[in-house]
């Protein structure tokens, strides 16, 4: 069993900072892609960033230079600097892992999701 778990979120005033982050935990032999997701109400569920444990990213065009997206391997963790924020930024923030189980000589790769943490951009 992996266990995904995010914090960091919360209410911050348009133009504020705030810093996500995802711990992984579990029955896993390696980690691969990890990225964050954001999902407003009654919107479906939208890439943020991601990132390759070779520390390759990608980003979504409306927080490109807004937002960082970092991993500590020897932690497997990953965090969300996310500056300048707006309003619709607001959503709940969601933390996907990629990873590897041997099974035998086999390897199998599954992905998990964690619970999500809500930030919320108000003035």
């Known amino acids: 069993q992996v266990q995904v778990v995010e914090s960091g979120g919360g209410l911050v005033q348009p133009g504020g900072s705030l810093r996500l982050s995802c711990a992984v935990s579990?029955?896993?032999?390696?980690?691969?892609?990890m990225g964050w997701y954001l999902q407003a109400p009654e919107n479906q569920r939208e890439l943020v960033a991601t990132?390759?444990?070779?520390?390759?990213?990608n980003y979504a065009n409306s927080v490109k230079g807004r937002f960082t997206i970092s991993r500590d391997n020897a932690k497997n963790t990953i965090a969300l600097q996310m500056s300048s924020l707006k309003p619709e930024d607001t959503a709940v923030y969601y933390c996907?892992?990629?990873?590897?189980?041997?099974?035998?000589?086999?390897?199998?790769?599954?992905?998990?999701w964690g619970q999500g943490t809500q930030v919320t951009v108000s003035s």
């Open positions: 996907n892992v990629n990873y590897i189980q041997l099974h035998g000589i086999v390897s199998a790769r599954y992905d998990a």
């Open positions: 579990g029955n896993f032999v390696s980690i691969g892609v």
């Open positions: 990132i390759t444990y070779s520390g390759t990213t």
